[in-house]
């Protein structure tokens, strides 16, 4: 009876041992809104023999097809085969675009039996996002005869359209590959746009037809501040740009991960890098010089000046020559009118426009107002849309603009009541420049400020008291990534990870659906992709293994 006891005691370890492992559809960032297991359905084994089947003629789902498999290989080891076929494969993964489903333009549902393994979406969008769960909700595995899926039902979609993440090349220049790293990232979390900031004072990080100088001159400071703007500077030439192809390239990329890129060339204010290579565009006339340190400069573009319309015209012109998507972000924040009250030509142009001081806003504001909606009304009939910093919103500027909403989210509250479309990135909770640990002497320097990862779970982009017509205004969130301290590309990961994780659910999950105690749990998993992809992650969540792997040196 003892051996019989120990011999089944035995098998079951054996039978433990051997037995396939598990995907998991529960563990996934952002969890889906539905997972309905079916016990009755069996599960289905995934091999090296199963295929990943698309319908023949459609070049996005071929691409989502060999994603899959890239992804699914990097996860298991496992090389599946993708197969174009007319109608739908059997005994494998299906890949399924249904135009006429009733599902959200990226929503997806998965469907796993023992006979096989079905995603579809409206869109082709929807499908690589249900790739995307698929792909998280395996096992990271250093070699693997089979995984089982187990057999269940699962859907998702997105709560807002507009899920984005900034990245600012102009305090510190990314290379191509990191660039390219960062949307893999944004994949990786469901986001759908790049935010990308490629002008400042600091540096212009692109060329224009026609003005040479913004590369030779603009691209380049002459040394750099250290520290938290200190007395002292580094005295080292910091530069860099990126040509028309490097553009290009960068933005097919992201176009076939379903990313659209969205520019920012800040205007008036943050133009000390076009100033000093075209003075000028600026009401003093200089001279100027690129930033070298960090902050609010007083110079900006002049408004009085048709010279700078022209320029602002031709560069925009490049920009949307560029960049093919809908969104043009034109900045506007921080724009210091000083220079104009004592400009001629700006108050010419007030004069000429009959601008006057009303309802707390001065004549000054009203005329960047002015210079905002002439910007606009030209993208418009090049059939773009402007987005700009929530400062807009005091120069009477036109509700057709999109305000990104910073200085907390009560201006983006005010910019719906008032018919803006509003994209919510409060740096209360948005910004990933700030510290993730109040125990900053054991941080890299940051520019200040403190939102861990629960901060950013709990960041509610709706506010309550509005009206149903003003919610609907409410469009999308961002994070945000200025790089005033942040040079490399280790360090940007750290500070984006897993703070992405936190801010994919607010982007996805319904306020009823957010559990941060269960999202905590499921970052596990996704720790684990951190991993196998080597990048570099903050270990606030698990500060055990930090510790372990302190030990070690």
């Known amino acids: 009876m003892k051996r019989s006891f120990l011999l089944s005691l035995l098998m079951m370890v054996i039978a433990a041992a051997s037995a396939a492992p598990k995907a998991d559809y529960a563990k996934v960032v952002p969890v889906p809104d539905k997972i309905v297991p079916n016990a009755k359905g069996g599960s289905y084994e995934l091999s090296a023999s199963t295929r ?56 997806y549902e998965i469907s796993v039996d023992r006979k096989g393994v079905t995603i579809t ?127 290009r390239d960068i933005v097919k990329y992201a176009a076939e991960r379903y990313i659209t890129i969205v520019p920012e060339v800040d205007m008036p204010g943050h133009m000390m890098a076009a100033l000093a290579s075209y003075p000028e565009l ?80 001065a004549k000054e504001a009203l005329l960047q107002g002015y210079f905002a909606n002439r910007v606009q009304k030209y993208l418009e009939t090049k059939g773009r849309r402007v987005i700009g910093w929530d400062e807009l919103l005091g120069c009477d500027v036109d509700t057709s603009a999109t305000i990104m909403s910073w200085r907390g989210a009560e201006p983006g509250a005010k910019g ?40 950013v779970y709990n960041a509610e982009p709706v506010a309550p008291e509005l009206d149903a017509k003003a919610k609907a205004h409410i469009i999308g969130v961002q994070a945000n990534l ?4 942040i040079a490399s590309p280790n360090y940007a990961e750290y500070m984006v990870l897993p703070r992405m994780a936190a801010l994919s659910e607010v982007q996805w999950l319904q306020p009823s659906e957010k559990n941060y105690d269960a999202f905590v749990k499921r970052t596990d998993s996704l720790r684990h992709i951190y991993e196998l992809y080597g990048y570099t992650y903050a270990h606030h969540l698990w500060p055990d293994e930090f510790r372990k792997e302190a030990k070690k040196y």
Not at 148 to 160: C, G, I, Q, S
């Open 416 to 455: 719906a009541a008032l018919g803006h479309d509003v994209i919510m990135s409060p740096s209360t909770s948005l910004y990933f420049d700030h510290y993730q640990s109040k125990n900053t002497g054991e941080e890299p320097m940051a520019i200040g400020g403190f939102s861990d990862v629960k901060n």
């Open 52 to 107: 990943i089947y698309y319908t023949s003629g459609q070049a996005d789902m071929a691409r989502n097809a060999q994603f899959l498999a890239q992804y699914i290989k990097d996860m298991t080891k496992l090389s599946l085969t993708p197969a174009a076929v007319k109608g739908k494969g059997k005994d494998g993964i299906s890949l399924v675009l249904a135009p006429k489903a009733k599902l959200a333009p990226e929503a």
């Open 282 to 361: 600026g009401c003093t006339g200089g001279p100027y010089k690129t930033g070298e340190y960090w902050g609010v400069y007083r110079d900006i573009l002049c408004a009085g000046n048709e010279k700078v319309y022209s320029f602002i015209k031709d560069v925009l012109d490049h920009v949307c020559d560029l960049f093919p998507g809908q969104y043009i972000h034109i900045g506007g924040d921080e724009s210091p009118r000083v220079r104009w009250e004592h400009c001629p030509k700006c108050q010419a142009m007030i004069a000429k426009l009959g601008l006057k001081d009303k309802d707390g806003q």
């Open 482 to 485: 200025w790089t005033e301290y």
């Open 121 to 247: 979406g409206k869109t082709a969008a929807g499908v690589f996002y249900g790739i995307q769960t698929l792909r998280k909700s395996l096992p990271v595995l250093q070699s693997a005869g089979t995984v089982e899926l187990p057999a269940a039902h699962v859907e998702a979609a997105p709560r807002f359209g507009y899920r984005g993440m900034m990245l600012d090349c102009s305090r510190h220049f990314f290379p191509v590959k990191f660039v390219k790293e960062y949307i893999d990232l944004i994949a990786l979390h469901n986001m759908n746009r790049l935010h990308w900031h490629i002008s400042d004072d600091q540096g212009w990080r692109f060329s224009v037809p026609g003005y040479p100088k913004l590369t030779e001159v603009g691209s380049k400071r002459a040394q750099t501040v250290l520290g938290h703007n200190s007395e002292v500077e580094d005295g080292t030439p910091y530069g860099g740009y990126y040509t028309d192809d490097e553009i």
